[in-house]
């Protein structure tokens, strides 16, 4: 597959998906990231490995049969949803401007939730080789309510950002109508890529048994409701400059307890 090419603090990383063979030439970088690899990969080289939980939706599968996969709640939700003056814009080309609007609206998403900000040189990268789709849901006054990032690769489309305005609002209705609107999205989403012929929609992570965070329990419930299949991949951090080896070292000694954590090698 073609490499993404972005930077991280300054770390310059590689990111490929679901295999470790390269089109073409592949220039050197920090940290190569390999995600979504089917097998545990084991090498002697100075690296890192998780292993990784997410959860697919086969698109080859009817509209009916799509929607029988989906809990009750779900269901319901989309189908309300769908009475509301609601507007979904897919966008598969996006601009500059796409990204930018998208990482602004991402930013108090993310500081509410306590994770990292998307990274807008990875989000360029993704466009500049067509592996780019970003998605919102608006309501009637033009005001977005979700949006998603998906990264293409052969056969699949993957969600690596979803964020909604909902932390924008103390009123319990109005987030509803937002979470409605959300699931809404998803279901265009899907039926968007199960039209363009693609095999599976990753929703891109799942919690594990042995994980005590609530919020992402919480996320693992909201896409489960979508049904679907749970599968265990694998994620491989190989390091190839003495700054990448320290980023792996501190990131091994953060990781280390958690349960999606594998091994970690000097060598």
Known sequence: MKPIYWKKWMLDITDLYGTNEIEGHCKKTDITIVSQLPKYTNEENYHLLKKFKTLHIDLEQSEEELL??????????????????????????????????????????AKEKGIPPCSHSKLHSLRTEGMLVITKVMDENG????????????????????????????????RNRIGRANRFLHWNDILFF??????IYDFVG?????????????ITHFKKGFGGREVIEYKY?????????AVLFILSKRWRNRPDFLEYSYK
């Open 68 to 109: 029988k996969g989906m809990n009750r709640s779900t269901k319901y939700q989309i189908n309300k949803a769908s009475k509301e003056a609601l507007e979904v814009i897919i966008t598969e080309r996006p601009s500059s401007q796409d990204i930018q609007e998208f990482v602004q609206f991402f930013i108090p998403f």
């Open 143 to 174: 005001r977005k309510l979700a949006s998603h990032a998906y990264s293409l690769t052969k056969g699949k489309a993957s969600m690596i950002h979803s964020c909604s305005g909902r932390f924008d609002f103390g009123n319990n209705q109005e």
């Open 194 to 199: 199960k039209k363009k012929g693609y095999e």
């Open 206 to 218: 799942l919690s594990f048994e042995e994980d005590e965070d609530e919020a992402m329990k919480n």
């Open 237 to 245: 951090y190989k390091a190839s400059s003495l700054a990448g080896k």
